[in-house]
């Protein structure tokens, strides 16, 4: 069962018990997805300047103590308040999440959700990758939360794949997790 909870108005924060990544030794490491609304402040001739991005976090019984400490210190006490602390402080493994389903094999299904413009971008590694825009944040947050977060397990049957990426700060998703999870 997925559990889909707000972070902030731009985050949602999905998770479940199936969803783990596991090292071969020790305890598999409980993960979480991070979806977030970014405003690219660059509008097409539609207005359509929203994309999710998506990154991958351990869930917050997963998490190390001392991120849990220093968030404590910065007076933040809810579960929410500590995975956003968590993201916003120590990122997480990126996802692409229109790899999933990509926007133009959606079959339409998606446009019943919110209206969105898709366009064909130069991701950061230099591949082309399809994405979904939206006109405002209460479209691209709906679309969130209505078909990412639906499809987001899918991510995990390929998970080996997603953290074994090369990350643009060095080192592979493996690594961030690493670093991130209880030690």
Same mark, same amino acid.
């Given at each position: 069962m997925l559990n889909i909870t707000n972070l902030s108005d731009r985050q949602?924060?999905?998770?479940?018990?199936?969803?783990?990544?596991?090292?071969?030794?020790?305890?598999?490491?409980r993960?979480?997805?991070v979806l977030e609304a970014v405003d690219l402040a660059i509008r097409d001739e539609e207005g359509f300047s929203y994309v999710i991005d998506a990154g991958l976090?351990?869930?917050l019984d997963f998490l190390d103590a001392e991120i849990l400490e220093e968030a404590k210190s910065e007076g933040? *006490? $809810? !579960?929410?308040?500590?995975?956003?602390?968590?993201?916003?402080c120590y990122g997480g493994v990126p996802v692409n999440i229109d790899a999933?389903?990509?926007?133009?094999a959606s079959c339409g299904?998606?446009?019943?959700?919110?209206?969105?413009?898709?366009?064909?971008?130069?991701?950061?590694?230099?591949?082309?990758? *399809? $994405? !979904?825009?939206?006109?405002?944040?209460?479209?691209?947050?709906?679309?969130a939360r209505d078909f990412y977060a639906v499809y987001a397990p899918?991510?995990?049957?390929?998970?080996?794949?997603v953290?074994?990426?090369?990350?643009?700060?060095?080192?592979?998703?493996?690594?961030?997790?690493?670093?991130?999870?209880?030690k």
């Open positions: 949602l924060y999905v998770e479940s018990d199936r969803w783990h990544c596991s090292y071969g030794y020790g305890e598999p490491v993960l979480g997805l976090i351990p869930q933040l *006490e $809810t !579960r929410e308040e500590l995975l956003r602390y968590a993201y916003e999933v389903q990509p926007p133009k299904m998606s446009s019943f959700v919110a209206r969105s413009n898709i366009s064909t971008v130069i991701a950061g590694t230099g591949e082309e990758m *399809e $994405t !979904r825009h939206f006109q405002d944040l209460v479209e691209a947050m709906s679309f899918v991510i995990f049957g390929f998970i080996d794949m953290l074994d990426h090369p990350l643009r700060v060095g080192g592979t998703g493996w690594d961030k997790i690493r670093q991130m999870a209880k």
